[in-house]
């Protein structure tokens, strides 16, 4: 069965600097891999998903840009941090016609 | 557009029945989904039925999908403590590649 990493788990940063996280995913080969983000109480929002090396869909247009350097390694990240950017970020894989599975997620804080 | 609709909140006594509802929009959604999640941790896949069915049961959950109305519901038998979280009602998109359209989530709150 696929397992997803996610790093770090927390993560504190000012407003402005850059942001790097990183999902990986095992147990499964070409999958689809998506980045989630959910404001506190909310829902979750799409904001990326890719379909194989170097292939990124965006959903939503934002401070925010994806990376897939390797089959099975997902990258979130932002030149500069905004204040709107905080928020719980969730890797997300699937194969085929399976159901979504989620890693632990990122919880990021701007200061 | 799609849209997916969940009350926000629901209360129940522990050991009774606790059923959370969900609507959606798109008719064509292959899948429906139900996800739980728990303080700070990620969204737990715990069921989800093809759309062609009535109804899924899976131990103590019962999945009933009304796709006329476009109401799905997850019905939790005898609801323990350790069932309190959000769950997530989800669609899959005619978008393709497996997207999902989620809900804002009810919180389930059980005592006792």
């Known amino acids: 069965s696929q397992t997803i990493h996610q790093w770090p788990a927390t993560l504190v940063q000012p407003v402005g600097s850059p942001l790097s996280l990183e999902c990986t995913v095992e147990g499964t080969s070409n999958p689809n891999l998506y980045w989630y983000r959910q404001a506190a109480g909310r829902g979750l929002q799409l904001l990326f998903y890719s379909v194989g090396i170097g292939q990124i869909s965006s959903e939503v247009p934002q401070n925010l840009s994806a990376s897939r350097p390797q089959d099975r390694q997902f990258i979130l990240s932002s030149k500069k941090l905004l204040l709107s950017d905080s928020g719980f970020y969730l890797c997300?894989?699937?194969?085929?016609?399976?159901?979504?599975?989620f890693g632990d997620g990122t919880r990021l804080s701007i200061l | 557009g799609e849209d997916v609709e969940q009350s926000l909140f629901l209360s129940v006594r522990e050991g009774d029945s606790s059923v959370i509802n969900c609507t959606y929009t798109d008719s064509s959604s292959t899948y429906l989904y139900w996800y739980k999640q728990e303080p700070g941790a990620g969204l737990q896949l715990l069921t989800y039925?093809?759309?062609?069915?009535d109804m899924k049961q899976d131990q103590r959950l019962t999945v009933l999908l009304n796709k006329k109305d476009k109401h799905l519901s997850l019905r939790i038998a005898d609801t323990q403590t350790g069932d309190s979280a959000i769950y997530f009602c989800?669609?899959?998109?005619?978008?393709?590649?497996?997207?999902?359209?989620f809900g804002a989530g009810t919180r389930l709150a059980v005592h006792p």
């Open positions: 997300a894989c699937s194969g085929g016609n399976q159901p979504q599975h």
């Open positions: 039925i093809f759309s062609n069915m």
């Open positions: 989800a669609e899959s998109s005619t978008g393709g590649y497996n997207k999902l359209i």
